[in-house]
Nanobody, 123 residues
């Protein structure tokens, strides 16, 4: 069983920055990706970012490209999402999760999810 625990959410102003952290426990192989999904009220869940478990190649959803950065520290069993210049439309519950990228689509076929952390972007 893989356990994922997010932290670092909160209120941030547009133009500010925020870093989300995901602590990983349990057995996980390198074929997994680890990343972030988000869901805003009234909207469908969308993939934000995904990184290979070894910290290699990355994926970013179009709305966050150039603003968010995902990173992986396998020694510390952590995945981070650095959110720079967040926008009000980035407001959502962010979930750390296993992930897979096929072409332009990201999904979570491995079905491991964290509990979520709220990010609110507002002035």
């Amino acid at each position: 069983q893989v356990q994922l625990v997010e932290s670092g959410g909160g209120l941030v102003q547009p133009g500010g920055s925020l870093r989300l952290s995901c602590a990983i426990s349990g057995f996980i192989d390198d074929y997994y990706g680890i990343g972030w999904f988000r869901q805003a009220p009234g909207k469908e869940r969308e993939g934000v970012s995904c990184i290979r478990n070894n910290g290699g190649s990355t994926y970013y959803g179009d709305p966050v490209k150039g603003r968010f950065t995902i990173s992986r520290d396998k020694v510390k069993n952590m995945v981070y999402l650095q959110m720079n210049s967040p926008l009000p439309e980035d407001t959502a519950v962010y979930y750390c999760a296993t992930c897979r990228v096929v072409g332009m689509e990201v999904s979570n076929p491995y079905e491991y999810w964290g509990q979520g952390t709220q990010v609110t972007v507002s002035s």
